[in-house]
């Protein structure tokens, strides 16, 4: 390669860059949601199943894609594909994981700019006091319809600015000057967070209550295919993978550093942080302070009332319970910042690498579109924008891409090379059982979940019968929007390819390649 591609500077560091990007609000929200929704405890038998079926298989793989393409000069999925593969189509296929990355970061950013507003009334106090009066609904409500103001401001557009500032700022200085030195620091501080509200809700009486309804099985939920469903999808979205994201940080590991280890230590990291911390905080603590018939509110009220409103309401019942908001809020803000960091870097790639923009414009107009995509959201109060928004990226398009690409490297990758190409610098060897499940089982249930999905989730979505008959027209409005983004996307590709002679860089050598 020309010009010398940006690399971390430990294998640590990669690390935790990797896990901060896994670890995010879907551990510490989305997690407990899903599973109160799907059979409490039994929800965690098709979780561990896909954990080890989707889950780690996918890892290694997109590792695997990631190293390699980096060692190519590329760290996107479509410059990873289109190396790969050698057809022209493989790019566009691949777009899809690009859009899914950037579909999340729409809403994701605005939800982790609420939790640094939170912070800010939990050390004001007004949040506690409210949440004692048992308003934390209202409380929400409010702060997404704009009515706290700072200077005059709406505090939520303040907090927007900030968070978008603060991401750009660290993407600024690099991938091992600006994410992994961030990552270094606050992983540590969240997992530390994490034990301080665990440790608490652990000691509360009436905690057992909470822990039986978290672990005791609804084994009936397990003959709903529903419930694998929200399982798989929970992996996918938890580990970051069929995005892009992994292939993309995987990218700056140097070609003989080992990922095997790696991506498992990154992956455990996360799942302690999704089983232990995200899994029994939350409900537990609802259990034991509202009653475990809050529950039922908990497991309809879904992922947003039970970080917003639940637990606000039930901390304000605790004594010291500012200081306890303060620790959820800056652990949810912690978790949020290292996801995000890691949704916009491959899109920075794309726009350096694929298409030649220099890293600053590159940031600007990343900005300008976190921005105005972010407040595109925000202005819908009911959220109804963000679920179809996070719906496509959130849900379909990670499943999707996660099929695309387990088929497509089962059928068209020699498994024994690319076999080779994982081990490379490896300290652990995977168990060899693990080709055999790359190779057939992972494709192939994924292509029944994602049929099966389809099928079941699809037309009620599709139809948008979902939503009620007066928001059908806005939830329209979003997919156009939505389309249009994706064909513009796939402009840019067939762009970049085009200006930038891609095709040059195919030079690999024979040894080199892991295709047949
Ligand atoms: N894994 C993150 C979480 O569990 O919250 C979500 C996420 C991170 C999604 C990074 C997308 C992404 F690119």
Do not use: C
């Not at 309804?213 to 999808?233: E, H, R, V, Y």
């Not at 600053?360 to 179809?388: F, P």
């Amino acid at each position: 390669m020309s010009q010398k591609r940006a690399s971390w500077a430990s294998s640590l560091g990669v690390i935790l860059a990797v896990a901060g990007s896994a670890v995010g609000l879907g551990n510490f929200l989305r997690f407990p949601g899903q599973l109160a929704q799907n059979g409490g405890g039994a929800f965690m038998i098709p979780y561990f199943i896909a954990l080890l079926v989707i889950g780690l298989p996918i890892s290694w793989l997109e590792w695997n894609i990631g190293r390699y393409a980096g060692a190519h000069g590329h760290g996107t999925a479509p410059g990873a594909f289109n190396i790969l593969f050698r057809k022209p189509w493989a790019k566009y296929l691949s777009s899809v994981s690009m859009l899914a990355v950037l579909f999340i970061s729409f809403y994701y950013i605005y939800l982790e700019s609420v939790m640094l507003g939170y912070v800010y009334y939990s050390f004001t106090g007004l949040l506690p006091e409210m949440a004692a009066n048992g308003q934390s609904a209202e409380f929400f409500e409010k702060y997404l319809s704009f009515e706290f103001k700072l200077f005059n401001i709406p505090a939520a557009a303040i907090f927007f600015l900030l968070t978008v500032s603060l991401n750009m700022f660290v993407l600024g200085k690099g991938v091992a000057g600006g994410i992994e030195k961030l990552a270094k620091v606050l992983m540590p501080i969240l997992m530390f967070l994490g034990l301080i509200l665990l440790v608490r809700v652990l000691t509360l009486p009436g905690m057992e209550k909470g822990l039986a309804f978290m672990w005791n099985p609804d084994f009936s939920a397990l003959i709903q295919p529903k419930t694998w469903l929200a399982a798989a999808g929970q992996v996918f979205f938890t580990l970051s993978i069929g995005m892009g994201v992994i292939i993309n940080y995987a990218s700056y590991v140097k070609r003989d550093d080992d990922i095997t280890l790696s991506a498992l230590t990154a992956n455990a990291t996360n799942e302690f942080a999704e089983v232990i911390l995200g899994g029994m905080i939350i409900i537990p603590a609802t259990a034991a302070i509202l009653g475990t018939a809050a529950l039922t509110d908990v497991a309809h009220g879904g992922t947003f009332g039970l970080g917003f409103i639940t637990m606000p309401a039930m901390l304000a019942q605790l004594p010291m319970a500012g200081f306890f908001s303060i620790v959820w809020f800056f652990l949810l803000f912690f978790a949020g910042i290292t996801s995000t960091l890691s949704m916009y870097q491959p899109m920075i790639s794309f726009f350096t690498e694929e298409l030649k923009w220099d890293p600053k414009k590159s940031i600007m107009i990343l900005s300008a579109i976190a921005l105005l995509m972010g407040t595109y959201v925000a202005l819908d109060s009911s959220l109804n924008t963000l679920d179809e928004i996070d719906f496509w990226g959130g849900n379909f398009f990670l499943l999707l891409f996660g099929t695309i690409e387990a088929v497509l490297f089962a059928t068209h990758i020699n498994s024994e090379k690319g076999w080779l190409e994982l081990h490379k610098g490896g300290r652990i060897n995977i168990p060899p059982i693990y080709r055999f499940v790359l190779k057939w089982v992972t494709p192939t249930v994924l292509v029944l979940i994602l049929g099966g999905w389809i099928i079941t989730e699809g037309p009620a979505r599709f139809m948008m019968t979902y939503y009620a008959p007066e928001v059908r027209p806005s939830i329209l409005k979003t997919r156009i929007l939505l389309v249009s983004i994706a064909i513009g996307f796939n402009l840019l590709i067939a762009y970049a390819w085009k200006t930038h002679n891609h095709d040059d860089k195919l030079k690999i050598t024979v040894e080199d390649s892991i295709h047949d």
